[in-house]
């Protein structure tokens, strides 16, 4: 199967990164869709679907997820090269 941009990469090759407040402190169950979500997606065969609780932080978690969000960028995005590399 090709992703939307053409590019050949399979779904099963998706990475997925859900970011949500503290589960005490987010809107009432969205910690837990989200916990859902990644099960749902590891099922699937989705492997690579992470989950990241931000404690201390309610809904408004934005500002404080933003260096860890390009923490997973650069993750991803390092993996895709070493995979790259490997196949030549």
Known sequence: MVNAAG????????QQVLF??????ELLGRYEENAYL???MKLVGHKETRL???QGYGHMMTEPAFPLLLNEVQ????KK????NSKK
Do not use: A, F, S, Y
Not at 81 to 84: E, P
């Open 38 to 40: 990644v099960r749902m």
């Open 20 to 25: 949500t407040g503290d589960r005490e402190l």
């Open 52 to 54: 990241l609780e931000l």
């Open 75 to 78: 993750r991803i995005t390092g």
């Open 7 to 14: 590019d050949g990469v399979t779904i099963t090759h998706l």
């Open 81 to 84: 090269k070493q995979l790259g």
